[in-house]
């Protein structure tokens, strides 16, 4: 992860010093001026590590964010700012363990995550640091206060436990919409930072104060934008995975009636949904109570107090170790049902049809599942049957629901565990979430499959940015464009069938009523294939 995140923050650094010019762009926030020379592409200004709160530092861990404080003087905005604490890996912490702790035992101990453990503070890494509520802004350079053009706000993906806006190469919405819309891309707190519940925070604190952290990035939105040329009533957020699932969160949020609005649009690729428990349910109250231990605040007589006072990298260090935990392909510090912001499972709010937004356009890729079974030799080698797999992963699940599970994924022409696990993962954590959200949108709600071989997660990144790190493995100039231009179209006009529609796409029809979605995928002769194709009957009745 570190060489990977030196080799982003290079080629930033690089373009920053390949793109001065003779007159920098001024934007003045009221409580901070900002200036750029920063030009990564013709035509466009970026401006990056634009302080969009105060340090969520101290007394304010585990609180909603605050406004920044006054700034003076101008501040030069051509470097990223250092990504939120994390774990050292790209994908966050995700579960190695082949049992589920909490099939068993609701109750888990608190006390065996290294008891007696002492952590010594280290500096930050050089790449991360708990003050980390920056974001970027890309405009067109000559756009000026009175252009209000839409705005694409993103959300950036890593199991609510990694990952950096550096690594999202959004001013690429700028120049692939013909300088037609002004990009956001948004840092908020990851992992035991972000998303530590139980009532000991919601009494203390604020539960999920990472998806805090963006709503309050959609407030700064709404209230600095025009000063890059952006339209505060054009917005439309867009995001992958946890970027994604952090959508569909601000979809539901306050049960589908955010006011005042901050979207009017909403862009999801492969919406990541994982268990949603209440905010002081038995699981995430042990998960704090593994925290408390891990970094010796058990014997406090205020644990959150103590916890404000351990060091981020004992906090990073719990995440890490109780993260790895847990049942394998699964991620520990998510969001969790908090009575205010989120009122009830995101499920049950988008089944009654209550959402936040206009339109919605949401994808899936074709393999999902297979991305979180880093051994799948695991499963075989420790003689799993789909029965011991469901069990384990859904640990709230009776016998009686189990053997339901069992026999909806046991006849779908898969023949091994391996490949039933695998796809079990992809449905249910990605694949249903987006067929939830977008019969919630009807009319103004479109669905697509991104199908390019091997249609891994994440692997569609390579295909909605021009200068991903990664770039893609199938270049049809023809498909790329189709498939990039029906994000930016739903953003323009809230429609994919509108604004630059590129040839190959033929008119895509919303979910109401026809059940069909976008087949983006190729032929094995490499001719691609952009064609709308009928949902599986039998995928909707799973997800039912």
């Given amino acids: 992860m570190l060489a990977y995140t030196t080799l982003i923050f290079a080629s930033v650094a690089a373009t920053a010093a390949a793109g001065q010019s003779l007159s920098p762009k001024v934007a003045a926030l009221g409580y901070a001026t900002y200036q750029s020379t920063l030009s990564p592409d013709p035509g466009v200004t970026s401006f990056l590590g634009i302080r969009y709160a105060a340090p969520p530092t101290g007394q304010f861990r585990w609180k909603a964010p605050q406004p920044p404080a ?44 290294n008891r007696g453990k002492r952590l010594q503070t280290r500096d930050t890494d050089g790449f991360s640091d708990e003050d980390c509520l920056f974001l970027n802004v890309h405009t067109p350079t000559a756009s000026t206060a009175d252009s209000r053009l839409p705005v694409i706000v993103y959300m950036h993906g890593g199991g609510y436990d990694a990952g950096n806006i550096s690594l999202y190469p959004t ?18 707190r990851l992992g035991v930072f972000g998303f530590l519940a139980g009532e000991d925070v919601k009494q203390g604190g604020d539960l999920n104060a990472g998806l805090l952290d963006q709503n309050f990035g959609l407030q700064w939105v709404q209230k600095y934008i025009s000063v890059f040329g952006g339209d505060p009533a054009k917005v439309t ?70 916890l404000r006072s351990a060091a981020a990298s004992a906090l990073t260090d719990a995440d890490t170790q109780i993260g790895f935990a847990s049942f394998m392909g699964t991620y520990t510090f998510v969001p969790v ?42 499963l075989t080698v420790n003689n799993f049957t789909l029965t011991e797999y469901i069990t384990q992963l859904f640990p709230r699940l009776t016998t009686q629901q189990i053997n339901i599970a069992v026999g909806l994924y046991s006849n779908i022409g898969l023949a091994t565990v391996s490949d039933q696990a695998t796809k079990i993962m992809g449905e249910s954590i990605f694949v249903c979430p987006a067929y939830w959200m977008v019969k919630a949108f009807g009319k103004s709600g479109w669905k697509g499959e991104f199908a390019i071989p091997p249609g891994l997660h994440a692997e569609d990144l390579s295909y909605e940015f021009m200068t991903f790190a990664i770039p893609p493995t199938f270049t ?20 994919p069938n509108d604004q630059l529609k590129p040839t190959l796409l033929q008119t895509w029809p919303s979910w109401t009523g026809h ?30």
């Fill in 476 to 495: 049809d100039p023809g498909f790329l464009n189709a498939y990039r231009q029906s994000f930016l179209s739903t953003a323009i006009s809230l429609n």
């Fill in 515 to 544: 059940d069909v979605e976008m087949l983006f995928n190729q032929t094995e002769g490499g001719a691609p294939v952009v064609e709308t194709i009928s949902t599986d009957k039998e995928l909707l009745q799973r997800c039912a």
């Fill in 337 to 378: 049902v908090d009575g205010t912001f989120i009122v009830e499972r995101p499920s049950v709010t988008l089944n009654r049809g209550q959402r936040n937004g206009d339109a919605l356009l949401v994808t899936t890729n074709s393999n999902e599942g297979a991305f979180f079974f880093v051994f799948p030799d695991v």
């Fill in 70 to 113: 006054t700034i003076k003087g101008i501040q030069n905005a051509t470097q990223p700012a250092l990504q939120c604490f994390q774990s050292g890996s790209l994908t966050g912490s995700a579960g190695a363990a082949i049992t589920n702790r909490f099939r068993k035992s609701p109750a888990f101990p608190s006390g065996d995550h």
């Fill in 237 to 306: 957020i867009w995001g992958q995975s946890a970027g994604a699932g952090s959508i569909l969160q601000h979809i539901v949020a306050h049960g589908g009636n955010t006011r005042p609005a901050l979207f009017r649009a909403a862009l999801a690729n492969s919406p990541f949904l994982p268990f949603q428990y209440q905010y002081n349910d038995p699981i995430p109250e042990t998960l704090y109570s593994n925290v408390v231990a891990h970094v010796n605040c058990s014997q406090s007589s205020n644990s959150l107090q103590c």
């Fill in 171 to 188: 001013q690429d919405f700028v120049s692939l919409s013909r300088l037609g819309v002004v990009a956001v891309s948004i840092q908020y």
